[in-house]
């Protein structure tokens, strides 16, 4: 099914016994295998508002990313989450959308700084599992208005509702951006480098360590990103290199993509832990023999390991030692490993009694999440 | 303000109740002499008062468990409090509950600078957060203007923003995990000191929550590096609308101030008849502040300064020392008692989009004729986090009612040009019968469904935020 309104899908899913599985783009096949029809939310799209001065945006939720980027370009604007394109990765086609973004709540590299999708996210519209018309949430910056399920539903991956509109925070494009650069350090002596960084006043908006390679972003002002390029390297960046503008920017895209792993063989994983814990997995990794590789982000806190799928079920017990979470964002699913990080008895209660609220015949992509 | 009636049935209980708190707490943190019980019978809203039937102020989680399984066993509703500062009545009692204080566990549990993140036990205050970590020049970021007193706990609760928040975020932005007791005395770990969630974001919706989903006893805050200086700078406009394109403009601009703050000519005068700051006496005034080093402080001001120039500002004042910095910052600190100098005040928290802003404050001194009440907006302007005060005299019969009518009014209008009903102090039980002008009753519905999930018999702080009507079959269950 494909619906053009939001009346017209509402409908469609009062009407319907499932299951579905929605899908914006269809550049995220993530998650554990799924029957059911498709809900193709592609015909939902174009920008609703968007209002500069106010730095809101408001679109519908098949909107392109590409199409909602080239809308804020025009004044100067961006998410500034930074959300990450799969397709090289995943090897998929097709165009990413904001529902899609949202619905699996992606943020890139600049999250260490500026915060996630969910915490741009300011208002959402959806429809729930019995077809009623639903909002939370708006489209102002301070909002306090009765319980915030616009974070619940950013990260459900379809499980609880079907977006229909979404409302963001945006902000304006930096005059500069630098990054300063070095390679040969170790995981362990890149992570510390940053760190140092991020504890230092200069306002980071990306520290990543990968391939050798040691890098940490600033943006703003051309005269402020000049003199905290300066200071950090007259003090814990030493002997880094100083790139810009679109050199800069092709550093963080890789980082943002992970483009190293999209040619490479295998299974890969996203984990979030601690960020003096990145380095320290993958040195458990290595002690139970597990041969990967890593791709640290967020000054170590995201980790995006390269792994044989044979491997899979030691994954998780290394992580144990630590506490985070990892999914399985490419790869086959396979007995006891579930795509996303099992919970506690407790906490895997309050998440399905939310499920059956939200959606009581369990008809939205029922299983993705396990 | 209608609370539903204190169940008979669970008053009855009280010796029993008593008896048993006094099984897992200590003598002095069971409080049930009617005398003593009078100390927490409001918060900050004094307007309304109710002495619960004891309040208890356990010191660990695993007292505040104990607590929350007798009273669930038991079926009496329980409030959680954290320092009382809540300005829409977000821990007011009813008198059949337990007021469930956190202020004894306030110890910082865990501090680590590599990771940027502190684990405090939430009794504690929230500018004493900055103040366990401020030596080694960090500071947790936000600062809602009460931070002095109120406990991370009711800022969870609140999700509580500041004058700051255009730059940091509010605490739900702040906020990587908590320790959650559930009202059957369950305890959950949700997040940590990672980031984001790898199933359904439960952190995101028990911040905000207020008090109704469960009782936090530990958190996880982000902490951030202190920047290395900060100056605001003060412009005069001889009109609402041009402040508020000004505004507009500065934050288009790219620069991104860490506050931009609002006064309009009622509260200019109060407050310099109070405090003396030396402010302009104009229709509207900002306060733009921006941090970073002296150059880069110099490089964004000069930014920002030209855009304002552009607007034909009746007064620029720039500042040069930290005399100057807090001269300009007195009037705005000193707002709320300047205006509470003059009379009784209430003050609104709804939000808008930045644009609405001129007409907005048209409307508002439009109905403040029609009311016969005084109004001062003082405000974040840079988040469009309107606070108007409205001035009334609560020994005169009737005007209490009067400006909540007011208040009511001025609410609905923000919702209506696209706004909310509050951007940071909460529901409560102040805005609990506006929230059908915001919400169709299917968008609360689905809220209330949340805490069918968390708390199926009800019984975490009863009577705030859903209107009584909608909630009634629940609360009846």
């Known amino acids: ?370 | 303000m209608e609370m539903p009636k204190p169940d008979l049935a669970v008053l009855a209980k009280k010796p029993q109740l008593v008896k048993r708190l006094l099984q897992v707490l200590p003598a002095d943190a069971v409080i049930h002499d009617d005398a003593e019980t009078r100390a927490y019978e409001c918060d900050a809203l004094t307007a309304y008062k109710c002495p619960p039937m004891c309040a208890v102020l356990p010191s660990s989680t695993q007292e505040v468990s104990d607590v929350l399984r007798i009273c669930h066993e038991m079926g009496v509703p329980v409030v959680p409090r954290g320092s009382g500062t809540s300005l829409a009545g977000g821990a007011l009692p009813t008198a059949d509950s337990v007021i469930l204080g956190v202020a004894r566990m306030n110890a910082v549990l865990e501090t680590d600078y590599d990771n940027r993140f502190v684990r405090v036990q939430t009794g504690r205050t929230n500018l004493s957060v900055t103040g366990a970590v401020e030596q080694d020049d960090f500071f947790y970021a936000p600062d809602p203007s009460s931070q002095l007193a109120c406990a991370i706990a009711g800022n969870i609760a609140m999700n509580s923003g500041g004058a700051h928040c255009l730059k940091y975020g509010v605490t739900t932005n702040n906020l990587l995990g908590v320790t959650l007791v559930m009202m059957d005395g369950t305890v959950v770990e949700i997040g940590g000191a990672h980031l984001d969630s790898g199933g359904l974001d439960l952190l995101g919706v028990i911040c905000g929550s207020e008090g109704q989903l469960g009782v936090v006893t530990e958190a996880t805050l982000r902490i951030l590096r202190k920047p290395e200086g900060a100056r605001p700078v003060l412009m005069g406009f001889d009109s609402n609308e041009v402040a508020g394109q000004c505004v507009s403009d500065i934050i288009k601009a790219g620069v991104l101030p860490v506050a931009i703050e609002f006064m309009d000519r009622p509260c200019i005068r109060a407050t310099e008849a109070f405090a003396k700051a030396g402010y302009p006496d104009c229709e509207a005034l900002l306060i733009v502040e921006v941090e970073g080093s002296d150059a880069e402080i110099k490089e964004q001001l000069d930014l920002i300064l030209e855009i304002a120039r552009s607007h034909n500002p009746v007064e620029l004042r720039e500042s040069t020392s930290a005399e100057e910095s807090a001269k300009i910052w007195l009037g705005r600190k000193s707002a709320f008692g300047a205006m509470g100098q003059i009379n009784d005040y209430m003050c609104l928290d709804g939000t808008i989009p930045v644009s609405q802003l001129p007409f907005v404050l048209r409307r508002i001194g439009e109905m403040s004729k029609e009311y016969g009440l005084d109004v001062g907006n003082v405000f974040h302007a840079g988040d469009g986090n309107m606070h108007p005060l409205i001035l009334f005299n609560a020994n005169k019969p009737g005007d209490l009612e009067l400006c909540e009518a007011f208040g009511a009014d001025i609410l609905r209008l923000c919702v209506e040009v696209g706004g909310c009903l509050t951007g940071e102090h909460g529901v409560g039980i102040e805005k609990r019968d506006l929230m059908v002008s915001q919400f169709e009753p299917d968008d609360l519905d689905i809220q209330m469904a949340v805490k069918d999930v968390f708390d199926p018999k009800w019984l975490l702080n009863p009577a705030k935020v859903f209107p009584l009507e909608a909630s009634r079959l629940r609360r009846a269950g």
């Open chain 1, 1 to 370: 099914m494909k619906p053009q309104t939001e009346a017209e899908l509402a409908e469609m899913v009062a009407g319907t016994n499932g299951p579905l599985r929605v899908r914006g783009g269809g550049t995220r096949p993530i998650g554990a295998p799924m029957a059911g029809e498709v809900l193709d939310m592609s015909g939902m799209s174009g920008v609703v508002l968007h209002e500069p001065g106010a730095l809101t945006l408001v679109v519908k939720a098949g909107t392109p990313v590409a199409e909602v980027e080239r809308v804020l370009a025009a004044e100067g604007q961006r998410l500034p989450f930074e959300p990450m394109d799969h397709r090289a990765l995943l090897g998929s086609d097709g165009e990413p959308t904001m529902g899609g973004v949202v619905a699996a709540n992606v943020s890139g590299p600049r999250r260490v700084q500026v915060g996630a999708c969910r915490d741009f996210l300011l208002g959402v519209r959806f429809v729930d599992g019995t077809g009623r018309v639903l909002k939370n949430g708006g489209r102002v910056m301070k909002n306090v208005t009765g319980y915030d399920l616009v974070k619940l539903m950013a990260g459900s991956w379809g499980t609880l509702g079907v977006m229909t509109e979404l409302s963001f925070k945006v902000l304006a494009v930096p005059q500069a951006e630098a990054t300063l650069v070095k390679r040969g350090a170790s995981a362990a002596e890149g992570v510390a480098l940053l760190s140092e960084a991020l504890g230092a006043p200069y306002d980071v908006s990306g520290a990543a360590h990968l391939e050798g390679r040691t890098q940490v972003r600033l943006e703003g002002l051309a005269g402020s990103v000049a003199y905290r390029v300066d200071q950090l390297r007259k003090g814990c960046l030493a002997g880094f290199d100083v790139v810009e503008g679109a050199e800069s920017q092709a550093l963080w895209q890789e980082v943002r993509d992970v483009t190293p792993f999209a040619e490479a063989e295998g299974d890969v994983w996203r984990v979030s832990v601690k960020p003096s814990d990145g380095p320290k997995l993958s040195e458990a990794l290595d002690a139970a023999g597990v041969r990967h590789r890593a791709i640290y982000d967020w000054g170590g806190g995201l980790v995006w390991l390269l792994v044989q799928p044979g491997d899979a079920t030691a994954i998780r017990p290394a992580l144990a030692a630590f506490g985070g979470h990892a999914t399985l964002i490419r790869g086959r699913a396979q007995a006891g490993v579930p795509v996303f990080q099992p919970e506690l008895a407790p906490v895997a209660a309050i998440s399905s009694g939310l499920r059956a609220k939200f959606d009581p015949r369990g008809i939205f992509n029922p299983g993705l999440m396990g």
